[in-house]
């Protein structure tokens, strides 16, 4: 089974982390992919079909680790969500014109 | 006397190159000195007081080639600016939501 890993709290988000981990194209997508819901890991596709599950992994631990998702047991598999509470309160406006950009 | 050096047209700057460049505490701390108006870059300073040189020179290169600033010859001199209205229209709410973060 999957198991816990760290998030920091509301207060630990860092913008410059924020900003680093929304940097990168596929990054990015994953992020948008979330707007609407939480989705399955394996649902969650990268743009580029060539990468490495490696780096997906890699990726995923950069926007788990930034704060700007969470990245959950869920039974086997893994729950990905994007923590826009946290964000909105933390840096208001900046997710909204991220995704939106 | 300073060349010109090339900028990214308004339609060329990309999201992920603007919060790539902001991601770096320095970086974002030239942005934020640049909110009230332009500065000679030998005014704007960097927190870090140990930085050599060649990295501040590198934080320019950065903010200007993502469209964050432009570095212009202003004598024997040269004026950074923040491209306030250029980054408004390309991602509306953007720097206003990072210079307040």
């Known amino acids: 089974m999957p198991g816990s890993l760290p998030h920091p709290s509301r207060a630990e988000i860092q913008l410059t982390d924020v900003l680093f981990a929304l940097s990168d194209p596929e990054r990015l997508a994953v992020a948008r992919q979330l707007v ?11 743009t ?19 704060g700007v998702i969470r990245n959950e047991p869920n039974g086997r598999r893994r729950l990905l969500s994007l923590r826009r509470d946290d964000l909105d309160a933390r840096f208001p406006g900046l997710l909204d014109s991220v995704l939106r950009g």
């Open 36 to 46: 609407d819901g939480p989705l399955d890991m394996a649902e969650c596709s990268m």
């Open 48 to 66: 580029d079909p060539n990468l490495p599950k490696s780096t997906k992994s890699h990726f995923m631990k950069v926007l788990r680790e930034a």
